[in-house]
């Protein structure tokens, strides 16, 4: 008798539980998420004239002349949310400074003079870092007005209004999203023909 009350009460127990826990509990939660932040329980997806181009919290690549470039990928086949990672390369691992020096080469090439930034030649954690240090997005300056024409002074400042602060003024260091910057240089001046 008092066997057959436990197995009740445990299979009871389980019923409730997984109800509770797997259903109102994550629809009370997404509804709230929905109604309070609605931005943030989306992705934080930005639009442009009715199409789709990006996440605020998601990098993705650039490979134009004319864009910034973002910070490399090892996420998957680069950029790739379902396959989010590092690279795991140690840093004697001649694939990773292979990698490394062609970047940088290219890089050199293309702005000769000024040390290339850490973060435009390395990976982050995740492989979908939307952010750039200061110095990694004044780096391409030359470059970016260069392709669009414009003058250096412009871009740098265009650069500058949207570095983001420490968080509380005292978490993280200072970063620059990508895809909000490369969206307010087309918005200034499209890419030429």
């Not at 066997?3 to 019923?15: C, N, W």
């Not at 009370?28 to 199409?51: E, Y």
């Not at 200061?134 to 392709?147: D, I, K, M, N, S």
Request: aromatic letters at 6%; zero cysteines; a positive charge.
């Amino acid at each position: 008798m008092a066997l057959t009350r436990h197995l009740v009460t445990a299979a009871l127990m389980t019923a409730v539980t997984t109800v509770f826990l797997g259903l109102v509990y994550p629809v009370v939660i997404t509804g709230l998420a929905q109604v309070l932040f609605p931005d943030q329980a989306n992705g934080q997806l930005i639009s442009r004239d009715g199409v789709l181009v990006g996440s605020r919290i998601i990098g993705q690549p650039f490979t134009s002349a004319g864009y910034f470039y973002s910070r490399p990928s090892a996420a998957g086949a680069g950029y790739d949310a379902g396959a989010s990672s590092g690279s795991n390369l140690g840093p004697t691992n001649r694939k990773l400074i292979d990698r490394v020096a062609g970047d940088v080469a290219r890089l050199q090439a293309e702005t000769p003079g000024p040390a290339v930034p850490i973060d435009l030649v390395t990976t982050s954690a995740s492989g979908l870092d939307p952010h750039l240090s200061p110095a990694a997005a004044l780096y391409q300056v030359a470059r970016v007005a260069r392709q669009r024409k414009l003058p250096p002074d412009d871009v740098r400042q265009l650069v500058e209004a949207h570095i983001e602060p420490r968080q509380f003024g005292v978490l993280g260091e200072p970063v620059v999203n990508v895809l909000l910057l490369n969206l307010a240089l087309d918005a200034r001046a499209p890419m030429p023909r």
